[in-house]
């Protein structure tokens, strides 16, 4: 039994329109519309072909029906013309983690949802509420990865194709989901991390999550959240030189970009050292990149620590994608970058810089996750 709503998925997750899979499979464009539709439903060889094109698993379509992230609910930071099928295709993808995460959730214990609705406030005083219910105080932000997953949001990498695409993140059924893009400096996709938290105490079913003031919103609780006023005033001078700037990023672990923002938005560079420090830090290369900056990527505890729980298991990773109806590619690209991949033999690799390449990063310290207490229970289909 195919379901289609899984073809239509996997059309998007691989970018296509409808014509151009009708291209590459040779299948006409009315048969697809039907298969998409349900109105019709192909042949056993059919199927393997639109398979083969797709790069998927033929198990894949004969599934449960899977039901999208709501496009209305997602906040995206991505570039302005980024085209609406590369959104489509990162929004597929993010259906297929959500799938990821709820067959982790029937044999793991995952940390509770704590993550507050806050409308009303004002960026800045939503950051620092956020922070008291977090136990924060004034101290630097710690790893945000770890930060946003232990009060229950689900993070995953976004696919290194779409670079486009900085990050997204969603409510889905009372669960808070983000998706990072890991090309990114560490500086960076730790402000990524803050401004789509921001998404999601702000901008929840009462508020607009896309547009210019969303936004901008969300960069303002970020650098709130990652630069407390109290500790940048305790920290920095007023007009701050460059030098200063550069050896200052690192006590809250952000962009000097990001800092000298911060630095402008709390009235310690007049207008004029705000522009004359950010054309001197785009000279030295900050624009563009973090010139000694942290090096590695923040990784995730709970992905990690769940897929080393089924290590010990003697449960490979490929195994799990095989279960859910995926190839072990699909779904390292939803944990490139965050965890350990697997690479073709059913190995693992580790590289601890992020490139175009798919590849791993060592593994963080681990949070508590209960793995299954019959691991075969966990690969027995539904």
Same mark, same amino acid.
């Given at each position: 039994m195919v379901t289609p709503s899984r073809i239509a998925l996997a059309r998007k997750r691989r970018g296509m329109t409808l014509a151009q899979l009708s291209d590459r499979s040779g299948i006409s464009l009315q048969s697809l519309s039907n298969y998409e539709t349900g109105r019709t439903a192909p042949r056993s060889t059919t199927l393997n072909k639109l398979a083969s094109v797709l790069d998927f698993p033929a198990a894949f379509f004969q599934g449960p029906p899977l039901e999208e992230l709501p496009a209305d609910g997602i906040s995206w930071r991505a570039r302005s013309k980024t085209s609406p099928r590369v959104l489509d295709a990162a929004r597929a993808a993010g259906t297929l983690g959500a799938t990821l995460y709820a067959w982790i959730a029937e044999s793991f214990r995952l940390p509770t949802v704590d993550v507050p609705s806050l409308g009303r406030p004002d960026p800045e005083t939503a950051a620092a509420m956020v922070r008291t219910r977090w136990e924060l105080g004034e101290a630097p932000a710690p790893n945000m990865v770890h930060l946003l997953e232990a009060h229950g949001v689900r993070v995953f990498s976004l696919d290194p194709d779409h670079a486009e695409v900085d990050a997204f993140a969603v409510w889905r059924e009372g669960?808070?989901?983000? =998706?990072?893009?890991?090309?990114?400096?560490?500086?960076? %996709?730790?402000?990524?991390?803050?401004?789509?938290?921001?998404?999601?105490?702000?901008?929840?079913?009462?508020?607009?999550?896309?547009?210019?003031?969303?936004?901008?919103?969300?960069? $303002?609780?970020?650098?709130?959240?990652?630069? @407390?006023?109290?500790?940048?005033?305790?920290?920095?001078?007023?007009?701050?030189?460059?030098? &200063?700037?550069? +050896? %200052?990023?690192?006590?809250?672990? !952000?962009?000097?970009?990001?800092?000298?923002?911060?630095?402008?938005?709390? %009235?310690?560079?007049?207008?004029? &050292?705000?522009? #004359?420090?950010?054309?001197?830090?785009?000279?030295?290369?900050?624009?563009?990149?973090?010139?000694?900056?942290?090096?590695?990527?923040?990784? #995730?505890?709970?992905? $990690?620590?769940? =897929?080393?729980?089924?290590?010990?298991?003697?449960? +490979?990773?490929?195994?799990?994608?095989?279960?859910?109806?995926? $190839?072990?590619?699909?779904?390292?690209?939803?944990? =490139? %970058?965050?965890?350990?991949? $697997? !690479?073709?033999?059913?190995?693992? &690799?580790?590289?601890?810089?992020?490139?175009?390449?798919?590849?791993?990063?060592?593994? @963080? @310290?681990?949070?508590?996750?209960?793995?299954?207490?019959?691991?075969?229970?966990?690969?027995?289909?539904?």
């Open positions: 669960v808070p989901f983000v =998706f990072l893009n890991t090309l990114k400096s560490a500086e960076r %996709g730790r402000f990524d991390a803050a401004h789509e938290l921001g998404h999601l105490v702000m901008h929840g079913s009462e508020h607009a999550c896309s547009g210019p003031e969303a936004e901008r919103q969300a960069n $303002t609780f970020a650098s709130a959240f990652l630069m @407390p006023r109290a500790s940048v005033l305790g920290h920095m001078p007023s007009g701050a030189h460059v030098d &200063q700037i550069i +050896r %200052g990023k690192r006590i809250w672990k !952000v962009s000097a970009m990001a800092l000298t923002y911060r630095l402008h938005d709390l %009235g310690l560079l007049t207008d004029w &050292q705000y522009r #004359s420090t950010c054309a001197e830090l785009s000279r030295l290369g900050y624009r563009s990149a973090e010139p000694e900056g942290m090096g590695e990527r923040e990784t #995730s505890q709970v992905l $990690t620590k769940v =897929f080393a729980a089924l290590r010990t298991k003697g449960v +490979r990773p490929s195994a799990v994608a095989a279960e859910l109806g995926l $190839t072990s590619e699909e779904m390292n690209r939803l944990l =490139f %970058g965050l965890t350990l991949t $697997t !690479v073709a033999g059913g190995g693992q &690799q580790t590289a601890p810089t992020p490139t175009r390449h798919l590849a791993a990063v060592s593994s @963080p @310290p681990s949070v508590a996750a209960r793995p299954p207490s019959n691991p075969a229970r966990a690969f027995a289909r539904p």
